[in-house]
């Protein structure tokens, strides 16, 4: 059985990764965002809650996961972090999963990715797109966030493959230090080059 083309979108934090992934959605190319899965599984209700709170007493609540709760029990500590991942990432591949046949008759689709190298998903991509600014661009966005501290950002930053190297590695790069507009129509003449082989 045929399937469609699989798209690993990634890109380091503050890259503009979410606006491209909506620029493929916009251009009709279904997009499986992996954060927003997540949350929604940890949401008010969701399917993940009971196993969270199990592993991490006191990081759940009628809102869903509380995230400075859960952020404090696994911020700093690789096993606690690998023991939420063990809960979070079949739940999120069984999504995908779904998503792929929900979405069988598609020429593409796009997988939007966070940690696509750092966590092996490249692998079962057949492209991989890498969204990509220059540093002073991106750390001025990222210190822009409400919370984000030069501290903060520099733990993410070392736990990504660092963007250089993603680039390398990538089949292609969307470049988000230009304007919207530019972006946009580089991820247009992107989505046609990719429906056509």
């Known amino acids: 059985m045929s399937h469609p083309r699989i798209v690993g979108l990634t890109g380091s934090i503050g890259m503009g990764k979410s606006t491209v992934a909506s620029m493929f959605a916009a251009e009709g190319v279904p997009v499986f965002d992996a954060d927003a899965e997540v949350r929604r599984m940890q949401g008010p209700g969701g399917a993940l ?40 990432h079949p739940a999120v591949a069984e999504a995908r999963a779904e998503f792929l046949l929900e979405h069988a008759g598609a020429p593409l689709v796009v997988f939007d990715i966070p ?46 493959t660092p963007d250089a190297e993603k680039r390398a590695r990538a089949d292609h790069v969307v470049d988000t230090g230009t304007s919207l507009a530019e972006t946009r129509q580089a ?10 082989g």
């Open 115 to 160: 940690l696509l190298f750092e966590k092996g998903g490249h692998a079962a991509v057949d492209t991989v797109v890498v969204v990509s600014a220059p540093d002073d661009v991106q750390r001025a966005r990222v210190l822009a966030r409400p919370g984000m501290t030069a501290e903060k950002f520099a733990h993410i930053l070392s736990l990504q």
């Open 187 to 196: 991820v247009r003449e992107l989505v046609a080059k990719l429906r056509a």
């Open 49 to 88: 809650l009971p196993a969270i709170e199990a592993a991490f007493p006191g990081s759940t609540g009628k809102d869903g996961v509380d995230r400075n709760a859960l952020g404090g029990q696994v911020f700093a500590d690789p096993e606690a972090l690998a023991r939420l991942e063990a809960i979070v």
